[in-house]
């Protein structure tokens, strides 16, 4: 089965800190992965994605993730964290299972404290 | 580019009545989900098309619940009769084709079931 793990429920950083938001996936076959981002009231904004290639993406707002086949982890960070980086994050996969689908995380809390 | 438009943002009515929101998909777009949002369940994919035709609608919690997409540029979800455990956040979204597309959310629709 197809699934895709967000282990922290909230992150907290201090602002100019480097952040990371961790995600772990299970697919069959080549992953396509995906990072969104949630502000309140908003709907999910994509932010990165890897297909194929560098093992390194870089997406908006100054946001990069590795992917890591043998850990089979797409991890997001960022080399400073501003306060207006506090939001929701989902980490995204998209497989084959019958129908190409789209499996979220659970979603990832990032407070960037002052 | 517009994105993805959806109508209305808030709705809020009495148990029983039948609620239909409505998706506006970005132009040349031709993939269509609609997720719902709870805090206890987190995102949940009900349904997608691809060129107007649902292809997994595994998601979709009950027959209560009923999608359409009668053209490109429009669909419907509708839950006749609604129930308070509907009231969530619903979000439509659209992707162009191919594997690696992400996909662009619209803001969603605010649904309370009194």
């Known amino acids: 089965a197809q699934s895709v793990a967000q282990p922290e429920d909230q992150v907290n950083v201090a602002e100019g800190n480097p952040l990371t938001v961790k995600c772990t996936y299970s697919?069959?076959?080549?992953?396509?992965l995906f990072w969104y981002v949630q502000y309140p009231n908003r709907g999910l904004q994509f932010l990165l994605k890897?297909?194929?290639?560098?093992?390194l993406v870089k997406g908006s707002y100054g946001f990069e993730a590795e992917f890591n086949k043998s850990q089979t982890s797409f991890h997001l960070k960022k080399p400073s964290a501003l306060v207006s980086d506090s939001a929701l994050y989902f980490c995204?996969?998209?497989?084959?299972?019958?129908?190409?689908?789209?499996?979220f995380g659970t979603g990832t809390r990032l407070k960037v404290l002052a | 580019d517009a994105g993805v438009i959806q109508s209305p943002r808030h709705e809020v009515t009495e148990m029983g009545q039948e609620v239909t929101l409505r998706c506006k998909p970005i132009?040349?777009?031709?993939?269509l989900f609609w997720y719902r949002q709870t805090m206890m369940r987190g995102l949940e994919l009900l349904i997608y098309?691809?060129?107007?035709?649902?292809?997994?609608d595994s998601g979709m919690p009950e027959d209560r619940f009923s999608a359409k997409m009668p053209n490109a540029s429009f669909s419907t979800l509708k839950i006749q009769p609604s129930e308070p455990r509907d009231s969530a956040v619903y979000f439509c979204?659209?992707?162009?084709?191919?594997?690696?597309?992400?996909?662009?959310f619209g803001d969603g629709t605010r649904l309370s079931i009194l």
């Open positions: 132009s040349g777009h031709n993939s």
């Open positions: 995204a996969v998209r497989g084959y299972s019958g129908t190409y689908k789209y499996i």
């Open positions: 098309f691809n060129n107007n035709v649902p292809i997994d």
């Open positions: 979204a659209s992707s162009p084709s191919g594997q690696g597309q992400p996909q662009h």
């Open positions: 697919v069959s076959g080549n992953p396509y």
């Open positions: 890897y297909i194929t290639g560098d093992n």
